[in-house]
């Protein structure tokens, strides 16, 4: 039924190839208005919590445990902020952008550049077999995993655990190695991480100098752990569910992989809002261009985004038990799919 759905929206499209250009124009164009209006919107509620917190941990750190959570919502939310500066979508001045998004993401523990620069790459390869590695969750095929050695295939395993994936790493990407150049990276990369450094050193020491370096780390520690796991997790499952394609080189075609190699993730709207709205990742692919708060109005307003099929809350879970792609029939699959059909097949 998906793949009827998404055959019937790629025909509707093809019919004109230029018509989902035309479509997507009337929502590329940033609000000046409501751009600033979802900063304080976020920011503001952000910083608000952290002296709720910080009241609250004098009594009751589990009330303090529970503001965090709300707190590392709003982090999500400022995250894709940040992401919609990176993309030029915030704001129509480049400039204005780069400035609002390197204070956004220094509280994320992001730097501007270099995140971004890795995240055009995801954009321009994203579904590419072939192109593999940069901005994307490691995966392999069935034929590249059975190639491996022993050693490599616990590894690659360990790698894929949702514990590791989504309960140690994220935490240790934003944190720890984003603080460090990479021998590879450009000019414009390293000046990214070292003023995203300075910019976390005069928010970390301020904290530290107003509250004390326990209160802070007890505060700080649970918010970013929460919002990078969230993150994490939001990016993996917009290209990692079931019905998701990945094609060859040859075989890869920019709106079809908007369209069908991005989840249309349905969340309740609370979620919804303080996702930013990313759910409609297929909308946000077919044109990165659209601020955030566009792209539900795009997929609505739009008889031909209708049959797509959206990923609810509950399936996307179980997302997190796909680890291989099997190229012989065109879909992720666990590990324990991968024992009972391809590697039981082949003994």
């Known amino acids: 039924m998906i793949i009827l759905t998404c055959l019937i929206v790629m025909g509707q499209l093809q019919k004109d190839n230029s018509k989902w250009m035309e479509v997507i124009s009337g929502y590329?164009?940033?609000?000046?208005?409501?751009?600033?209006?979802?900063?304080?919107?976020?920011?503001?509620?952000y910083l608000l919590l952290w002296v709720a917190m910080y009241f609250t941990i004098?009594?009751?750190?589990?009330l303090t445990l529970g503001l965090a959570v709300i707190a590392a919502g709003f982090l999500v939310r400022i995250f894709i902020i940040f992401h919609d500066c990176g993309h030029g979508s915030?704001?129509?001045?480049?400039?204005?952008?780069k400035i609002v998004g390197t204070l956004l993401g220094s509280l994320s523990f992001t730097p501007y550049d270099r995140w971004h620069l890795d995240h055009a790459i995801h954009h321009k390869t994203v579904g590419n077999l072939d192109k593999r590695g940069s901005g994307d969750v490691w995966t392999l095929?069935?034929?590249?995993?059975e190639k491996l050695s022993r050693n490599k295939k616990?590894?690659?395993?360990?790698?894929?655990?949702?514990?590791?994936?989504?309960?140690?790493?994220?935490?240790?990407?934003?944190?720890?190695?984003?603080?460090?150049?990479?021998?590879?990276?450009?000019?414009?990369?390293?000046?990214?991480?070292?003023?995203?450094?300075?910019?976390?050193?005069?928010?970390?020491?301020t904290g530290i100098l107003?509250?004390?370096?326990?209160?802070?780390?007890?505060?700080?520690?649970?918010?970013?752990?929460?919002?990078?796991?969230?993150?994490?997790?939001?990016?993996?499952?917009?290209?990692?569910?079931?019905?998701?394609?990945?094609?060859?080189q040859e075989d890869w075609?920019?709106?079809?992989?908007?369209?069908?190699?991005?989840?249309?993730?349905?969340?309740?709207?609370?979620?919804?809002?303080?996702?930013?709205?990313?759910?409609?990742?297929?909308?946000?692919?077919?044109?990165?261009?659209?601020?955030?708060?566009?792209?539900?109005?795009?997929?609505?307003?739009?008889?031909?985004?209708?049959?797509?099929?959206?990923?609810t809350f509950i399936p996307s879970i179980r997302t997190m038990a796909l680890r291989l792609w099997n190229e012989q029939t065109g879909r992720l699959i666990s590990f324990k799919q991968y024992r009972n059909t391809v590697a039981y097949g082949k003994e």
């Not at 590329?28 to 976020?42: A, C, E, F, L, Y």
């Not at 095929?141 to 995993?145: G, L």
Request: charged residues 15%; proline residues 5%; positive net charge.
């Open 154 to 205: 616990i590894f690659y395993r360990l790698y894929r655990n949702p514990i590791i994936l989504f309960a140690v790493a994220p935490f240790f990407l934003f944190v720890i190695w984003f603080r460090f150049p990479s021998r590879g990276m450009g000019k414009s990369e390293r000046n990214s991480v070292y003023i995203s450094n300075l910019i976390i050193l005069l928010f970390c020491s």
């Open 58 to 62: 004098q009594f009751s750190y589990l």
């Open 90 to 97: 915030l704001f129509r001045n480049k400039k204005a952008n």
């Open 141 to 145: 095929t069935v034929e590249e995993y």
């Open 253 to 311: 075609d920019y709106l079809k992989m908007a369209l069908e190699g991005s989840s249309f993730l349905k969340f309740p709207r609370l979620l919804q809002w303080f996702s930013g709205n990313i759910g409609y990742h297929h909308i946000h692919h077919l044109s990165p261009k659209i601020p955030n708060y566009n792209l539900e109005r795009c997929h609505k307003e739009n008889q031909m985004f209708s049959e797509i099929t959206p990923l």
């Open 28 to 45: 590329n164009k940033p609000d000046t208005g409501k751009s600033i209006w979802q900063i304080v919107n976020s920011l503001g509620p």
């Open 210 to 248: 107003l509250m004390g370096w326990k209160a802070f780390l007890m505060i700080q520690v649970p918010v970013i752990y929460v919002a990078t796991v969230s993150g994490v997790w939001l990016f993996y499952v917009q290209h990692q569910f079931e019905d998701v394609i990945w094609t060859r």
